[in-house]
C-alpha cells in the first residue's frame, strides 16, 4: 500500500456478550465477571446491546472473552452461570467493530510496510509546535506520504509533516535545514512552549531542537540570579529567556536576523523585562533608555565579535532592577493613603563582568574560542586574587564520537579546547566538566564542554588586539 486506504482496517470481531437485564445491576455484574470479561487495549468492555429493541431500551452489554462461546456452556463459567441462574444476565452473540481509529501507529505501519522493514518502524519524529518533523530513511521514502497522513492522524495536534532533506546548516550558516511537505498545511510559524516560557517563530527559518529542552534547564539551573550570563549563539532564546525570568542578567545574541527577530519576542511576550525601579549610566555611549531595565539585553551581532565587545561594553554599564511586589486588581482600584512608593523586594545590580558564556553551537563553537585570549588583558585587578571576583565559566557545546565511558571523547574535546585557547587544558583540569548531552547519530554524540577561562589566556597580551 502507497496510498492510505483507510477501510482496509475494519475488522468484525464475532464474541459472547452478556446481556445485562436490568441496568442498576451493571456495576455488580462487571465485577463479577471480571475474570471473563474481554480485555483488550483502548477498547471498553461495556458497549451498547447489539440488539434494536434492547438499544432502544438502554441495555447493556459486557464483552466477554474470546474463547467464551454463546452457543457452547462448556465454554461458560461458575459465575456466568450463576448469573444467569439469578436472572441477571443472558449470553448473547456480539459483533465488535474495529475501524481505523481503533487502531495505533504502530499497527498500521505493521500491517502496511514490508516484513523486512519492521526492526525499525520510522516512529520517532521531532514534535515543533504543530510540526512533526520526520528524518526517514531511505528504504521509508517510498512511503512517506502514508506514514505522514498515518501519523497526522494519530497525532490530532499534529497539522503539518516535514521530512528532513539534508543535515542542519549544511546549507546555512544559520542551521536551518531543506524540508518537503509530506502533508497537511504548509504553514511553518509555531508557538512553542518550554520551562513556562512561550518562543514563536517560523521554524523553516531558525533552529530549535524539542529534544535539547532538559539540556536547556540543566543550564539554566547553574545560573544564579543576580549573575551576568553571555549567550554568543541564542537562538530565540531557550537559555536566554528561562534565565531572564529567573532574574539573571543575559546579553543574547544571534546573528540570524529571524532568531533575533524571535528571540525579541521571547524577551517581550515572557516579560523578562522589569521596567520600574531601574538605574542606568553609561560612560561610553548613549543607549535608549526604554531598554535599560531588561534582564534580557538581546543583540543581532557576529559571535566572534560579540565575545570580545560585550564583555567592554558590559564594564561600562551601571544597571539596576528593583523588582516591587505585584500588586493585586483590587489594590490597584482603591488609592492609596500613602504616596510613598512600594518597597522593592530586592535589588539586582548587573555585574561587571559576565559570570557564564553559553556557546550553543555544536559544529564550529571551538572556533569562536580563540576571541577570549586576552579578553581581559590589563583588566587583571578586577579578578582573583585581587578581589571576590572569578573569571567567567565557559560552556560549549560540541559533537564527538561515543564510547560507553566517553574517556575517549572527551580527551578529544580537551585538545580541541587547547587548541584554540593556546593553552592546555585536560580531562583533570579543575572545574571542568564535559557532560553528556544526546546521542545525534549511531556513531556521533552531542556534548557540553564547562571550563573556567584560565587567566593565562584572559590576561594574555595579544598585539593584533
Known amino acids: 500500500m502507497r496510498v492510505l486506504d483507510r477501510s482496509f482496517f475494519k475488522k468484525r470481531v464475532p464474541l459472547a456478550a452478556a446481556r445485562v437485564l436490568e441496568n442498576k445491576q451493571i456495576g455488580r455484574c462487571r465485577a463479577e465477571l471480571n475474570p471473563d470479561l474481554l480485555q483488550l487495549e483502548r477498547m471498553a468492555n461495556v458497549k451498547p446491546d447489539g440488539g434494536e429493541d434492547d438499544r432502544k431500551k ?34 448473547v452473540a456480539y459483533e465488535l467493530d474495529l475501524n481505523y481509529d481503533y487502531w495505533t501507529y504502530h499497527d498500521i505501519m505493521t500491517a502496511i510496510l514490508p516484513q523486512d522493514e519492521h526492526n525499525e518502524l520510522p516512529t520517532s519524529f521531532s514534535n515543533v509546535g504543530h510540526i512533526a518533523h520526520l528524518n526517514l530513511r531511505d528504504q521509508y521514502l517510498p512511503y512517506k506520504t502514508l506514514i505522514a497522513n498515518v501519523l497526522m492522524d494519530k497525532n490530532p495536534a499534529i497539522t503539518t509533516v516535514i521530512n528532513k532533506v539534508d543535515d542542519v546548516g549544511t546549507h546555512s550558516q544559520y542551521r536551518t535545514f531543506d524540508y518537503e511537505l509530506l502533508a497537511g498545511d504548509p504553514n511553518m510559524n509555531v508557538e512553542i512552549k518550554e520551562a513556562d516560557c512561550v518562543f514563536r517563530f517560523d521554524y523553516s527559518k531558525v533552529y530549535w531542537n524539542s529534544r535539547l529542552n532538559t539540556e536547556h534547564g540543566r543550564l539554566v539551573d547553574i545560573f544564579r540570579p543576580g549573575e551576568a550570563v553571555c549567550d554568543v549563539m541564542a537562538g530565540v532564546g531557550p537559555f536566554a529567556v528561562p534565565a531572564g525570568k529567573k532574574k539573571v542578567f543575559v546579553w543574547a545574541n544571534d546573528l540570524n536576523p529571524d532568531s533575533f527577530a524571535g528571540l525579541d519576542d521571547a524577551v517581550s511576550s515572557n516579560k523578562v523585562t522589569q521596567t520600574l525601579f531601574s538605574c542606568y ?185
Open 281 to 465: 549610566k553609561s560612560f561610553m555611549a548613549v543607549v535608549d533608555r526604554s531598554q535599560v531595565s531588561q534582564f534580557v539585553k538581546v543583540f543581532n551581532e557576529d559571535g566572534l565579535l560579540f565575545i570580545r565587545s560585550s564583555a567592554r561594553r558590559l564594564m561600562a554599564i551601571n544597571h539596576e532592577v528593583k523588582p516591587v511586589p505585584k500588586t493585586s486588581r483590587l489594590a490597584r482600584s482603591v488609592p492609596s493613603p500613602s504616596t510613598n512608593p512600594q518597597i522593592p523586594l530586592q535589588i539586582f545590580t548587573q555585574p561587571k563582568t559576565f559570570n557564564h558564556y553559553v556557546m550553543n553551537l555544536p559544529a564550529t563553537a571551538t572556533t569562536f574560542l580563540g576571541a577570549f585570549i586576552g579578553l581581559y588583558h590589563s583588566y587583571e585587578t578586577m579578578f582573583t586574587p585581587h578581589t571576590s571576583i572569578k573569571l567567567p565559566m565557559i560552556h560549549m557545546y560540541c559533537f564527538s564520537t561515543k564510547s560507553d565511558d566517553n574517556k575517549e571523547e572527551k580527551s578529544k574535546i580537551c585538545e580541541a579546547i587547547s587548541e584554540r585557547i593556546e593553552y592546555k587544558i585536560t580531562p583533570e583540569t579543575p572545574e571542568l566538566d564535559i557532560w553528556d548531552v544526546r546521542d545525534v547519530a549511531p556513531q556521533k554524540r552531542m556534548f557540553c564542554a564547562s571550563f573556567r577561562l584560565p587567566p593565562e589566556v584572559a590576561f594574555r597580551v595579544c598585539p593584533d588586539r
Open 58 to 91: 438502554g441495555r447493556k452489554a459486557l464483552l466477554l472473552r474470546p474463547d467464551v462461546r454463546p452457543d457452547d456452556t462448556s465454554s461458560w463459567s461458575s459465575k456466568l452461570l450463576e448469573l444467569i441462574n439469578q436472572e441477571q444476565v443472558s449470553v
